[in-house]
C-alpha cells in the first residue's frame, strides 16, 4: 500500500520524518556500547590509553588477532559452543517430549505436573545455587561442562514449557487423530507431525535458550577452575581482571564474545521473530 | 499470550473415559492406563531432570535456611527461624545493609518496567508506522538483547569510564557541567541509576517485538469501523489498541520484576554493590553471603534472604497481576 503511494509521488510526511528520526535515534542508543567495542577493538595500546575517537586513528588488527591467538581464545570459543550446543540439545529434547505430553497426551497428575514445572520460575537462581554446587560436588560432575549443562537445561523448564506446550496446542487435534487413524503412534506424530509443524516455536526456544546460556557466568564462575574448562565469559574476565585495564583487548575479547550470537541470531532472526510473535497472537 | 494467558492444560474434549457399556468401559479403561503410561515415558526425562537437580537443591535450600553452617563443618545447628529474623530486624550489621539492599532493589523493580514500556512501547508504535527499513531497525534494536552479558558490561564500562565517551559526548555538545570526573559508576549519585538504564537498555528489545507484534495483530478493519464511527486517534488509542495491549504490557512488567529482583549479574560485573554500596542488591547480598564469607556460618541466612526473595517475587507477582486484570 505504502509502495504505490510512494510510486506515484507522495511527498513524505512531517509525521514520517519524525518518525523515522525517532527510529534513528534510537538505532544509535541501541549500537552505542557496540560500537565503541569495535573502535576499542581495533586501537592499538597507545591509542586506547589516549580515549577519544569513536573512528580509529591507526586501525589495527593486531590486538584481535594477538587476544585470540596469545590469549587462547579459540580454546574458550570450543569450551562455550560445547556447553551452548549441549544445553539447547537437551533442552528441545527433554522439554519438547514433556511439553508434548502436556499438549496433547492425558494422563493424571498432568495439570498438576505442568503447573509444577511453571511455578519454578519464582525460585530465584540464586537461592538454589549454593546447594547446586553442594551437590554436584557429591556427584562428582564439578567444575566438569556436565555440571553446567545439567542445571542449565533444568533452569530453562518454566519458560520452555510453558512456550511449547502453547505453540503444540496451537496445532489443530484433527491432525493428531488423523495421523491416529492411520495407525501411527504417540512417537511418530510427535516426530512427524508435531515437531515439523512447531519449527519457529522450537528455533525461537533455541535462540532463548542459546543466547542466556553463552553469556552466562555466576554458575560458570562459581563452578569452574580448571583454566582448560572455562567459556568466553571467564576468559574475558580473566583478561579484564589485570591491574590496568587495557581495553582495547578487553573490546576485542568482548567482540569475540558477541559475534557468535550476533550471528545465531541473524541466521534464526526469522523464525525466531515469527516465534516470539506467534507466542503474543494466541 | 503464552507468557501470561492461563493455559489449561486438561481443558480438552474428549479426554475422559466413555461411559457406555461394561464391557467396553473395560476395554476403554485398558486403553486409557497405557494412554497414561505413553504420558508418562514422555515426561519422564524432564522429570527425572528435575529430581535429580532440582528437588534436592530446593529441598537442601530450605532446609539449610533454618540452620547455621559454614560450609566445612560436618553438622548443621539448627536455628529455626532466627536467620529470617536476623535479616529483617535483629541483627545489627545484617538488617540495616538487608534495608538498603532492599530499597535499591525496589527502585530498579519500579525503574525497570516503567522505563521498559516507555521505551519499548512508542517505539513500537513508530516502527508499526513506517513500512520502509523496518526489517533492518527491528534487527538493530534487538542487538542489545543477544549481546547482554558480561562482553556488553565491559563495553559499557568502557564507555563510561572517566574519559570514556559519554563525558567526552557530554563536554563537546556544551554539557560538561553534567560529565562525572570520576566515572558514571563511581559516582554515588549516578551509580545505580546508570544500572538501571543499562538493563532497561537490554529489556527494550523483547518488550518492543511483544508490542510490535501485539499492534500488528490488531484487525486493521476494527481501525477503519472506529474511524468511520468519528473516533479520533486518542479515542482508538484508548479503547481499542491500549486494552488489546494490556496483556503485553502485563507480561513485560512480570518478567521486569522478576528479572530485577532475581538477576544480579549486572550489579556484580560492574560495581560489585560499590561505591560504598550504593548499588547492593538483595540478590548480590544473597551471592556474598553464600560465597565470599569463608568460614563465618552465613550459609544459612544466604538461603533464607534467597527465600525471602522468593516470597517478595511471588508475592508482587500476584499483586501486580490482579491490578492489572481489575484494570482491564
Redesign the interface.
Known amino acids: 500500500m505504502n509502495a504505490t503511494r510512494a510510486a506515484t509521488g507522495r511527498r513524505p510526511s512531517v509525521g514520517r520524518l519524525v518518525a523515522y528520526a525517532g527510529l534513528a535515534l534510537y538505532a544509535a542508543v541501541s549500537l552505542y556500547p557496540f560500537a565503541w567495542m569495535v573502535s576499542g577493538a581495533l586501537k592499538d595500546r597507545d591509542e586506547i590509553l589516549r580515549g577519544g575517537h569513536l573512528v580509529p586513528r591507526r586501525p589495527t588488527w593486531d590486538t584481535l588477532a594477538e587476544t585470540w591467538s596469545r590469549l587462547h581464545f579459540f580454546d574458550y570459543l570450543l569450551n562455550s559452543l560445547r556447553v551452548t550446543g549441549l544445553t539447547v540439545l537437551g533442552v528441545l529434547v527433554v522439554y519438547s517430549l514433556a511439553s508434548y505430553a502436556f499438549a496433547v497426551l492425558d494422563f493424571p497428575g498432568r495439570r498438576f505436573l505442568f503447573w509444577f514445572f511453571v511455578a519454578l520460575l519464582f525460585v530465584p537462581g540464586i537461592t538454589v545455587l549454593l546447594p547446586l554446587v553442594i551437590l554436584e560436588n557429591r556427584l562428582g560432575i564439578l567444575g566438569t561442562h556436565l555440571g553446567l549443562v545439567l542445571p542449565f537445561v533444568n533452569g530453562t523448564a518454566p519458560l520452555t514449557v510453558l512456550l511449547l506446550t502453547n505453540a503444540f496446542r496451537t496445532i489443530p487435534r484433527e491432525l493428531h487423530d488423523a495421523a491416529r487413524v492411520d495407525g501411527a503412534g504417540e512417537v511418530r506424530i510427535f516426530w512427524r507431525v508435531y515437531l515439523p509443524l512447531s519449527r519457529p516455536a522450537l528455533i525461537t526456544i533455541a535462540v532463548l535458550t542459546a543466547v542466556p546460556t553463552w553469556n552466562e557466568y555466576v554458575l560458570t564462575r562459581v563452578s569452574l577452575n580448571d583454566e582448560s574448562r572455562y567459556t568466553l565469559p571467564l576468559a574475558l574476565e580473566m583478561l579484564a581482571s589485570g591491574n590496568v585495564p587495557r581495553y582495547n583487548e578487553i573490546m576485542a575479547g568482548s567482540l569475540i564474545l558477541v559475534v557468535p550470537v550476533i550471528v545465531l541470531f541473524l541466521v534464526a532472526q526469522r523464525y525466531f521473530v515469527n516465534g516470539l510473535a506467534g507466542a503474543v497472537k494466541d | 499470550?503464552?507468557?501470561l494467558?492461563t493455559?489449561?492444560?486438561?481443558g480438552?474434549p474428549g479426554?475422559g473415559p466413555s461411559r457406555r457399556s461394561p464391557r467396553r468401559a473395560r476395554r476403554a479403561g485398558r486403553r486409557?492406563r497405557r494412554?497414561?503410561?505413553?504420558?508418562?515415558a514422555?515426561?519422564a526425562?524432564?522429570?527425572l531432570?528435575?529430581l535429580?537437580?532440582?528437588l534436592?537443591?530446593?529441598g537442601?535450600?530450605v532446609t539449610?535456611s533454618f540452620a547455621k553452617w559454614n560450609g566445612f563443618t560436618p553438622n548443621w545447628e539448627w536455628v529455626g527461624l532466627d536467620n529470617y529474623r536476623d535479616l529483617l530486624y535483629r541483627d545489627p550489621t545484617l538488617a540495616p545493609e538487608l534495608r538498603s539492599a532492599a530499597r535499591h532493589t525496589a527502585i530498579a523493580m519500579l525503574a525497570v518496567p516503567v522505563g521498559t514500556v516507555a521505551?519499548a512501547l512508542?517505539?513500537a508504535v513508530?516502527?508499526n508506522?513506517?513500512?520502509?527499513?523496518r526489517g533492518l531497525?527491528?534487527?538493530?534494536?534487538?542487538?542489545?538483547?543477544?549481546?547482554?552479558?558480561?562482553?556488553?558490561y565491559?563495553?559499557?564500562r568502557?564507555?563510561l569510564?572517566p574519559?570514556?565517551?559519554i563525558n567526552?559526548l557530554l563536554r563537546s555538545v556544551g554539557l560538561g557541567s553534567l560529565a562525572r570526573p570520576e566515572g558514571w559508576l563511581a559516582d554515588p549519585d549516578t551509580a545505580l541509576a546508570t544500572l538501571i538504564v543499562i538493563i532497561i537498555?537490554g529489556s527494550v528489545?523483547?518488550a518492543m517485538?511483544?508490542y510490535?507484534?501485539?499492534l500488528?495483530?490488531i484487525d486493521p478493519h476494527l481501525l477503519e469501523a472506529a474511524q468511520l464511527d468519528g473516533a479520533g486517534g486518542v479515542r482508538v488509542v484508548r479503547h481499542i489498541t491500549w486494552p488489546l495491549l494490556v496483556p503485553?504490557t502485563a507480561a513485560i512488567t512480570l518478567l521486569g520484576i522478576?528479572d530485577t529482583?532475581?538477576g544480579?549479574?549486572i550489579f556484580?560485573?560492574m560495581t560489585n554493590g560499590g561505591p560504598g554500596g550504593h548499588t547492593d542488591v538483595l540478590?548480590l547480598q544473597?551471592?556474598q553471603l553464600?560465597?565470599f564469607q569463608n568460614l563465618s556460618p552465613t550459609?544459612g541466612v544466604?538461603?533464607a534472604l534467597?527465600?525471602l526473595?522468593?516470597l517478595a517475587?511471588?508475592l508482587l507477582?500476584v499483586v501486580n497481576a490482579r491490578l492489572l486484570r481489575s484494570s482491564q
Open positions: 499470550m503464552a507468557l494467558n493455559i489449561d492444560p486438561s480438552r479426554a486409557a494412554q497414561w503410561l505413553i504420558g508418562y514422555f515426561v526425562p524432564a522429570v531432570l528435575f535429580v537437580m532440582g534436592y537443591t530446593i537442601y535450600s539449610l521505551v512508542p517505539l513508530l516502527l508506522t513506517v513500512r520502509r527499513l531497525l527491528r534487527s538493530v534494536y534487538f542487538l542489545p538483547y543477544v549481546t547482554t552479558g558480561i562482553a556488553v565491559y563495553a559499557w568502557y564507555v569510564e574519559d570514556g565517551s567526552l537498555w528489545p523483547v517485538l511483544l510490535l507484534a501485539g500488528q495483530a503485553i522478576r529482583m532475581q544480579f549479574q556484580l560485573l540478590g544473597a551471592y553464600a560465597f550459609l544466604a538461603s534467597g527465600w526473595i522468593f517475587a511471588l507477582t
